[in-house]
């Protein structure tokens, strides 16, 4: 048999469901239920395609080697990850969010060097750069918010979605970073050798999107 199409999706409910969702508008469907089973790489309904679930991150390495044809992942992840070998032909438009600045409501006088919990090292360091900014980056792995309120951060660098979890811990959005939404990536030596496997799925993609 020949070799399987391998599409990389980006684990954890909030970015799967969207994703799974719009494979199966396209009628692509796991043949198990992939939320409830430890595995990482699912048989689909399309005898040539199969499924691994990896973390963000991970997506972009999987593609970037060759070892996924195919991923979708956010491009916050795609910033952060900063890695080649993948062309990004298509904006999924799900899973839409902002990279911000964020700080306490009453954060009162900074110092002229601030401290920036994030997750986003990379992305961080950029933005303050282009701003011309000297800050010191701590990184976390995740509960940014809680940084500026024990004082490990002045400001944080993350993720905004509908802003509750700001508001939930005194926090307020201060500067616009980037827009995020889920992104597909596709390795670009599959694109070449693998085209005409690869095309029918990227276009079905497309016209679900537009
Ligand atoms: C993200 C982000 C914020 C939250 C923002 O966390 O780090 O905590 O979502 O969403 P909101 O604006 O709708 O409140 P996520 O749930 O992805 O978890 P993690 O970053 O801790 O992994």
Redesign the pocket.
């Known amino acids: 048999m020949k070799e399987q199409i391998t599409l990389a999706l980006t684990k954890?409910s909030?970015a799967l469901v969207p994703s799974l969702s719009l494979l199966a508008d396209i009628g692509v469907e796991p043949l198990e239920d992939i939320s409830s089973s430890r595995k990482l790489v699912f048989p689909t309904n399309q005898e040539n395609l199969r499924l691994m679930i990896l973390r963000g991150m991970d997506v972009a390495t999987y593609v970037e080697h060759g070892i996924a044809d195919l991923g979708m992942a956010g491009n916050d992840v795609l910033l952060e990850h900063g890695g080649g070998g993948y062309y990004e032909p298509l904006d999924l438009g799900i899973l839409k969010?902002q990279v911000m600045v964020a700080g306490l409501a009453d954060e009162g006088v900074l110092p002229p060097r601030l401290r920036i919990a994030t997750?986003f090292v990379n992305i961080a360091k950029r933005y303050y750069a282009e701003k011309g900014a000297q800050v010191d980056i701590i990184k976390l792995y995740?509960?940014?918010?809680l940084a500026p309120v024990t004082g490990l951060a002045h400001r944080i660098v993350?993720?905004?979605?509908?802003?509750?979890?700001?508001k939930a811990n005194g926090l307020v959005p201060m500067d616009f970073i980037v827009d995020i939404s889920t992104r597909l990536i596709v390795n670009k030596i599959s694109l070449k050798t693998r085209f005409a496997e690869l095309q029918p799925l990227i276009e079905a993609l497309e016209k679900a999107t537009s």
Not at 142 to 145: F, K, N, P, R, V
Not at 158 to 166: S, Y
């Open positions: 954890g909030r969010c997750k995740g509960a940014m918010e993350d993720i905004v979605e509908t802003g509750d979890t700001l």
